[in-house]
């Protein structure tokens, strides 16, 4: 609901800035946001590896400096992290690799192809 009230007062701004038919399509997307953010399914972190979960958002962090990799993409890292966690129970030496598929995942996703990382050269 947060990200709804933010967009509330651009919405106010829009409208006093752009002529009506713009603000009736802000209204329609505003209006769908709010719908898919209360109708979101809530994550359940019930993982055995929640306590390593600082450790690996800050090596994934790390990792995505050193690849050049957009916020955005740490961002969608982290969430598929997440989800993967709740729904498994991950071996201490296989949560770098989970981390590493995750932020590829993610890279696959909002990067330009030539910012892909690559398995091997």
């Known amino acids: 609901i947060h990200f709804y009230k933010r967009f509330c007062r651009y919405k106010q701004i829009m409208i006093k800035e752009q002529s009506s038919l713009v603000s009736d399509y802000v209204e329609d ?3 769908w946001m709010k719908d898919k953010e209360i109708n979101m399914v809530q994550l359940e972190l019930l993982s055995p590896q929640l306590d390593r979960r600082r450790q690996l958002v800050d090596w994934t962090c790390t990792m ?3 690849l050049k990799l957009t916020t955005q993409t740490v961002h969608l890292g982290v969430k598929l992290l997440d989800h993967f966690m709740a729904g498994h129970d991950i071996e201490d030496p296989q949560l770098y690799l ?24």
């Open 98 to 121: 989970v981390c590493l598929g995750c932020l590829q995942l993610a890279a696959k996703t909002h990067e330009k192809e030539s910012n892909i990382p690559r398995g091997s050269k």
């Open 64 to 66: 995505a400096v050193k």
């Open 29 to 31: 997307i505003l209006t």
